[in-house]
């Protein structure tokens, strides 16, 4: 089993914002069914999406994450730093670099060099 989305929430006006940031840790864009076109965005990364849903008030949880692997995590740290957004590296748990940035809308997501090992 594998997870296949999760919704975040973001208001309209930093869609295009929150699609280039996603863009960096690799998701791209696919059509939302018709229903939906007016009132999301939806990125894709191999068989895991990121529904971003529109709201004039979204909620970003204060403590939660999207936790993202990024086999080329060097590359991938570079990429956001390019792009102005501020990386928190931190220590490592699994043996596995890994570090947190936020979103344009705010939501936090951690970066990791690769998945944890159980």
């Known amino acids: 089993m594998s ?4 919704s975040l929430e973001t208001r309209p006006a930093d869609a ?3 699609a280039r940031f996603w863009a960096l ?3 791209r864009r696919v059509e939302p069914p018709a229903a ?3 009132r999301a965005v ?4 191999g068989t895991t999406q990121i529904h971003l849903l529109f709201t004039d008030a979204p909620v970003v949880p204060p403590s939660g994450h999207v936790a993202v692997v990024a086999p080329s995590y060097v590359t ?5 730093d390019a792009a102005g957004f501020a990386i928190d590296e931190r220590a490592q748990h699994w043996g596995v ?3 947190y ?3 344009p809308g705010g939501h936090l997501v951690e970066v990791m060099a690769a998945p944890p090992v159980s």
Request: glycine fraction near 8%.
């Open 101 to 103: 940035v936020r979103s």
């Open 76 to 80: 991938t740290l570079g990429a956001l």
């Open 16 to 18: 295009e914002a929150e």
């Open 97 to 99: 670099p890994r570090a």
């Open 25 to 27: 840790l690799g998701f």
């Open 36 to 38: 939906l076109t007016e």
């Open 42 to 45: 939806w990125l894709q990364s």
């Open 3 to 6: 997870l296949q989305h999760v």
